[in-house]
Every structure is written in structure tokens, then in C-alpha cells.
């Protein structure tokens, strides 16, 4: 098959040719890496027509609202695997057999406690510390406790603090949420299945022991799940970055929280659930929907539009579906946020502002429902987004360090002043 090339017409140069590769799916990309050594670069700020890298984890259709990891779709995923499979899924390549998948559970469940050391860096907090900024904190922190014995060289010592990252988050996680309302730490218990031993953390006490609803479990283990891994997108692009300098892991992953936190990300759970409540009744929901077309007003629908997915997020598709169990298990399938958001996606979805830019639910529209239905507070929403995304993170960045790379570093069009002297 014959190489395809693109060729850039410069005035006044000779055609750059320029080489075309091909991935396994998607649209083809144009390797413009040598372009530097013809005097130009790139711009493309936001990186919208941008690949940074080969990746195998995980493809995204935006206009088919396809997700696959390691090929197999989300929807597959969502109705017969479980989120610690789906973990080891994306760092190791493949699905675990049975004994695979068994020594998996085994290994995880060694290192779910936090070192002892590590609850003295809450006491610095302040209480109401969002619990985002407490994770950036502590998840940072724990590159201080593996850092001399961790060579990212060694694919052993990689997995290893893949296998730490998946196993202490959730014990961080729910420790930042008992710091913030003043209860004592509640350690992790390993003969729990990992969606149940979070909730056992979060809301167990020393004085009563808390029984996990196998219903709210499910549910849980599913937002984990559907909320994985996600390509190249800003929080994982930052881990990659960092990464990208030899820095160790556990800061990289603080470097994703820390990006992730943003509402334009992983804060929109937080910011649609609040958005909901403000909106309060289904009699205002026309109002907001003509707040969020008005260009002089900033409000955005939350939970709507993404910048890859052009037609329904499927994340978005099962999180209804979940969502609606849920709720009916609870038996609060009237709740009025529910309907709120109900009537929200049909207005929205009909309005020609919203069909003509192509803005439909992401996965960040119904979960901040589910999460409230299970009794999680909206602070810790993102929390559990950065939980999950753990994995995703890790995966990539054992991907980049596994194969040559260079250290990232973006070039730019310099619009300041040209050099002048310093006044006498
Ligand atoms: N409500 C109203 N208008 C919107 C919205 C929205 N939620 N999202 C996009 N638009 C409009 C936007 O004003 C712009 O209009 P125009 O072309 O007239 O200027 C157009 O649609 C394109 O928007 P954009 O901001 O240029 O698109 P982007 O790809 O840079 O941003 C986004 C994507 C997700 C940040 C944006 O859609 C948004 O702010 N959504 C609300 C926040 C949200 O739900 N974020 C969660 C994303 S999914 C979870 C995750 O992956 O982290």
C-alpha cells in the first residue's frame, strides 16, 4: 500500500511534503513533527484539530457517539464487566481470565490502606477545604512515600503504582469526605467488593456499622466504570505532560486532579447538580434554556455539549438508565431534580440552538442524580470522577513511559513586544 503525503504550499517555498498515518480507527493525521525544520510551526490553541500522541487505550466516534476501550464498547462493558475488570482492562491491554481477575481483586485488596503517616496531612486542612483541593494535597503527597524505591523505567515499579493508585484513592477519597464533617477515619475492608468497601468508608461509622445496599453498589461500581478512561482529554493530556518530564507518578496524578477539577471537565457534575437545584421547578426550566443561548449571558447548561461527542454521549445513555434504577429501587422516582432534568433534556434537545451546535447530554447530566440518590454530597461529585479517572490516568502515562518519548513542550505565536532597551 503506498504511503499517502500531504503537501503544504508556503509562498516563496518549495511544497513540504508532509506524511499521513493511519490509525487502526478514525480520521487519518497529517505528521507535521518535522515542520519545525522548515521554520514554521502549528496553531491550534484548545487543540481542536490536534493528536498528541499514538495511543491503544481508548476510541471515541464523536459523531457516532461511539466509546471503546481496548475495542470493546462502554455499553458492553456497562452490562457485564465490572470496574475493576474495566481497570484492568485498560492498564493491562486485555480482559483478565477468571484466575487472572481473582489475583487482581487479591492484589488491590493488599494495598487499600493509606500509610498511617499520610491522615496527618488532613489535620492541615482547614474543614470546609473543598475535598478537591484536600485530593490535589494528599494524592501529591504520596509521592513522597514512594519515591526513592519507584523507577519508571521498570515496568514492575510501574505497575506496582498503578496497582497503589487504584487501591489507596477510594480510602483517600472518603477520608477527605469524614475530614470535612469532622467523623473519624473508617478503614478500608477488603472482604468488600470495591464499589461496596468505598461506600463502607464514606459513610460507616465507629459506633454503627453501615450496610451497603447491593442496589447502591451496582450503581456506584457503574458511575466508576463509565467514568474510566476517556482519551486524550484535558485532566489525562496534563498527566501526560507531566509525566512526560520523568516526574513521579503520584504528582502527575495530582497534576490531572487538580486539572480535572475545572467545570468545563470533571467539576460539571458538581455544577449540574447545583444548576438543577437552582433551577428549582420545572416551570423555569424555558428561562434557564433561554439564559444559556443569550451571548451576553455566560450561563452554560450543564451537563450538555462536548467538545468530541457531536450526538449523545453513550456514557450519558447508560447513566440515564442507571439513574432510573436507581431511583426506582429508592423508590423516589418522582424526586423532583429527576423531572427537573427530565424536562431540561427534552427542551434542550428540541430548541434549534441546541440541534444546530450539536449540544446533547454528556455523562455529567444524570450521575450528580444518582450520586445524590445514593447520599453522596455534591462536593465530593468530582471526588469520585477523579476516582475513577485514576486509572485511566495511570494507564496512559505507563503507555507513554513504556514506549520512546520525549518531554512535551509546545511551541507559540509570540504577540508581545519586540525587543527593546531598558529605560536609561
Ligand atoms: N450551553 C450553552 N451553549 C453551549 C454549551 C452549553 N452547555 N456548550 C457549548 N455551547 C455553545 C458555545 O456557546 C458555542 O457557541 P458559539 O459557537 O455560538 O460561540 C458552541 O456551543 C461551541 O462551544 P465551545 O465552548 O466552543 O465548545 P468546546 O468544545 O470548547 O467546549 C464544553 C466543550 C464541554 C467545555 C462545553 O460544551 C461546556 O462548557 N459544557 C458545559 C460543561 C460540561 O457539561 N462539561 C462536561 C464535559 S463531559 C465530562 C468531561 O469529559 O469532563
New binding site residues.
Partial sequence: MTEKKAYLNIEGHDPIELPILSGTLGADVIDISNLGSHGYFTFDP?Y?STGACKSSITYIDGEKGILLHRGYPIEQLAEKSDFLEVCYLLFYGELPTAEEKSEFIKTIGTHTMAHEQLSFFFRGFRRDAHPMSIMCGVVGALSAFYHDAMDITDARHREITANRLVAKIPTLAAMSYKYSIGQPFVYPRNDLDYASNFLHMMFATPCEEYKVSPVLAKAMDRIFMLHAD?EQ???TSTVRLAGSSQANPFACIAAGIAT?WG???????E??LQMLMEIGDESRVDEYVER??D?NDP??????????YKNY?PRAVVMQKTCDEVLAELGINDEPLFRIARKLEKVALEDP??IE?K?YP????YSGIILRAIGIPTSMFTVI?ALARTIGWISHWNEMVSEPYRIGRPRQLYTGHPQRDYPE
Fill in positions: 484548545g481542536t476517556h482529554n484535558a485532566s480535572l467545570p468545563a471537565h470533571g467539576g460539571a457534575n455544577a449540574c444559556a443561548k451571548k450561563f452554560r447548561l450543564m451537563g450538555f455539549g462536548h467538545r468530541v454521549d440552538y441546541f451546535k449540544l454528556n455523562v455529567d447530566f470522577f
